[in-house]
């Protein structure tokens, strides 16, 4: 999960930017002919800090090795995609000569937040759907074999799953009421559950929510960022995060979308949110990304068993 301010409104000012000192220097060491005059640090993803210069030109440090090694791969996949959609996605043009970091053009675009999103006419709200749906059925729909998709790693999810499961007992039993951990466990087990049934295996963006989706006004047109959890599984984790828009755009999406017809998807989507709220009071006390306000809040959004309108 990357965040890119700069995605949002130029000269704006969020939570986790400070001044990028140090990636300033590595940046005019492997580049000696760029200049700038301005430049923003971000430090609230999980997977790089990024650096925006001039809200113009975009640069990514991983923070973790496992995303330095899939940088090659990450800029061979997003290359392929971008003759399977409309949809703006980032295209690298900068490598430092050792190859710790890579810089991109800024995708246009204003974050896509709920507000947006709810903000926009009818005409417009289509548009966005129509695209969103498109760029979800191309990369679920998209040949694996013989392309760079081929060599993305499998759902991180068993894994992720097993350090929820630890993180569970190490720090929510002392914060969390009877009933509220019954109901953690009752979603960890339903993702148990998931991961030994037989479902579909396509490409995942792995992260579609707000602050990974842009929309450009002016142009119409959809742009989408940060692929760092790309991986190969069940589709319907693409849409699980949609349900910060509300249940009626999740439908929306899904009933533009182009795959496969599985029954099953929007239930399963429901459940991988679930966990999702499970995962970030997690997060809180983990890492500390998450406020235990916000984690909170979304565990009491999805805590329910049955989806909003299922």
């Keep these: 999960m990357d965040t890119e301010p700069g995605n949002t409104e130029p000269?704006?000012?969020e939570a986790g930017n400070t001044e990028p000192v140090d990636e300033l220097r590595r940046i005019a060491a492997a580049f000696p002919d760029l200049?700038?005059?301005s430049a923003r640090r971000v430090t609230e993803g999980w997977d790089?800090?990024?650096v925006i210069l001039d809200d113009a030109l975009v640069f990514r440090f991983p923070l973790e090795p496992h995303y330095a090694a899939l940088r090659e791969l990450e800029t061979e996949v997003l290359e392929h995609l971008s003759g399977l959609t409309a949809a703006r996605l980032p295209r690298r043009t900068h490598v430092a000569p050792d190859g710790s970091f890579v810089g991109y053009p800024l995708v246009p675009g204003r974050t896509l937040t709920p507000e947006v999103l709810a903000g926009l006419g009818p005409g417009e709200t289509a548009e966005v759907l129509d695209q969103l749906a498109a760029f979800l059925s191309a990369l679920h729909t998209a040949p694996l074999a013989g392309t760079p998709l081929e060599r993305v790693p499998p759902s991180y999810l068993p894994e992720d799953q097993r350090e929820v499961r630890r993180a569970v007992g190490v720090h929510l039993r002392g914060v969390l009421e009877p009933q509220e951990l019954a109901e953690v466990e009752e979603i960890l087990a339903d993702v148990d559950r998931l991961l030994e049934a037989d479902l579909p295996r396509v490409f995942l963006h792995g992260d579609v929510y707000s602050r990974h989706l842009l929309w450009d006004a002016g142009a119409r047109r959809l742009g989408v960022i940060d692929f760092s959890d790309m991986c190969l599984g069940d589709p319907a984790v693409d849409f699980a995060e949609l349900h910060e828009y509300g249940d009626d755009v999740v439908c929306a999406v899904h009933g533009r979308w182009t795959g496969p017809r599985d029954p099953g998807l929007l239930e399963r989507a429901w459940t991988y949110q679930?966990?999702?709220g499970v995962y970030l009071m997690t997060d809180h006390f983990e890492v500390g990304k998450t406020?235990?306000?916000?984690?909170r809040a979304t565990f009491d959004r999805v805590r329910r068993g049955r989806r909003p309108g299922g």
């Design 11 to 13: 000269g704006s000012t």
């Design 291 to 295: 406020s235990w306000a916000q984690a």
């Design 35 to 37: 200049r700038w005059s």
């Design 48 to 50: 790089h800090v990024v």
């Design 274 to 276: 679930r966990w999702a």
